[in-house]
Structure formats: C-alpha cells, structure tokens
Nanobody
C-alpha cells in the first residue's frame, strides 16, 4: 500500500518562502501525473500546480510566477517551491500522484500558514 507524506509546511511571514516535499512509503512506478492541491477553511480543494511525467506543468492563476512544481523520483515524486507567499496561500496542501492511469494516491496534507 502506497502512503504519501507531505513535509515542509509551517508558519511563514508574507513574502517568505517554503518548499514542500512529498515522500512515498514505496516506490511508485508508472507515474502519469503529479500535483499539489490545497484546501483553505470553508473552501473546496483546488489544484495549485501539476506536472506530467513528461515535464509539462500547469499552475493556478493565483500562483503563477510564485510557485514552481518539480518532479523527483519514485520515492520522492514531487516538490513545490513556494515564493512570495501571501496570506491567501494559507491552506492545507496535499500532494497527489496518479499512476498507470488508474491509481490515485493522496497524502494527508501539510499546513501552510502565511501571516500578514
């Protein structure tokens, strides 16, 4: 059973940076897509950034130019570099890995809090 664990969240002042990592309990093969999602209190979960196995990326408009998603390896499949953080970025961030077109793995989330 694959388990994903996010790390790197925390409390940061506006304008600061954080780097989120996603670690897997087992090597994941056949990865198609990787992504980071976030959910703020009272809001729906939203896509922040995604990257395909071929390296194509997609970002939410609200984070373009500030966040960078990158792929890793079978045990640490995806990272998210977050710069110029603003209070609206405050949320629980989840990593997601899709493999073999049918397997969909999620982490438990890591809290990111940006103070003004």
């Amino acid at each position: 059973q694959v388990q994903l664990v996010e790390s790197g969240g925390g409390l940061v002042q506006a304008g600061g940076s954080l780097r989120l990592s996603c670690a897997s309990s087992r090597s994941i093969f056949g990865i198609n897509n990787m992504g980071w999602y976030r959910q703020a209190p009272g809001k729906q979960r939203e896509l922040v950034a995604a990257i395909t196995s071929g390296g194509n990326t997609n970002y939410a408009d609200s984070v373009k130019g500030r966040f960078t998603i990158s792929g890793g390896n079978a045990r640490n499949p995806v990272f998210l570099q977050m710069n110029s953080l603003i209070p609206d970025d405050t949320a629980v961030y989840y990593c997601n890995v899709k493999a073999y077109m049918t397997r969909d793995y999620w982490g438990q989330g890591t809290q990111v809090t940006v103070s003004s």
